[in-house]
C-alpha cells in the first residue's frame, strides 16, 4: 500500500514528539554501517556495526511492543537514513495501515487505544510478536544476513544489553515466524505461517 505524508512518522536526534509512536528514540543515535554484499562476506567491525543497527531497530520495535504498539518493520515500511559517516540521523517508518495495537498493553501504560485504530486492535502476544518479528527479523535481516549463523551472531550481539522483557525473551529462544508465501498463494485468505528454529539458541 502506498505510502502518505500523513501515513508516516519519524524519529530523529532533534525531532519533537509526533505521537506516541513517534517520539525521539535514545537509541537514534547508534551507528549504522552494513555492507553492500551482504554481512557474512562483512569485516568483523562491519558485523559489529550491523548489530549496533539491528539493536536500534529491534530496541525500537521492542520498546513499542511493550508499549502496546506493533510495527510492520519490512523493509518497505522501516527506513533508515545515514550520513556519510554511517551514522543512522533517522529512523522513518510509512504506512499506518498496517499497525496493530494492543488495547491491554496501552491500558498498562496509561495510553489510549487511537480513535482510528479499532479495527487494528490485537491482545495475543503471539500475534503482536509475530508482526514485529516476522518482518524485522525473517523478513529483512534474515535475507541481509544471508544464512542462520551470522544471523545468530547478528541477532545475540544486538539483543544482549536490551532491556529484558518477555517479548525479547521470545525474540532470543523462541521459533521464528515467517510469512509461508507459497502456501498463500496456493490457499487465498487469511495468512499462513511457518516457524523457523531460532538462530541465538542454535548456536549461529
Known sequence: MGSSPQSAWSASPNSPPISPEGREHPRIRRRSAIGRGGLRRARPQVLNSSAENTSLAGGVCLDLLDLGVALET?????LAVIDADDRVRRLVY???DDIRFSPARLARHSRPVPAPARELLD??????RRQVFSCLITGALGPLAGDAPTLGTVLEAATRELTPTADLSALRTQPLPARALTLMRLVPGADQWALLPNPVTAGG
Open 74 to 78: 519490512h523493509g518497505q515500511n522501516l
Open 94 to 96: 510509512r504506512d499506518l
Open 123 to 128: 491482545d495475543d502476544p503471539s500475534a503482536l
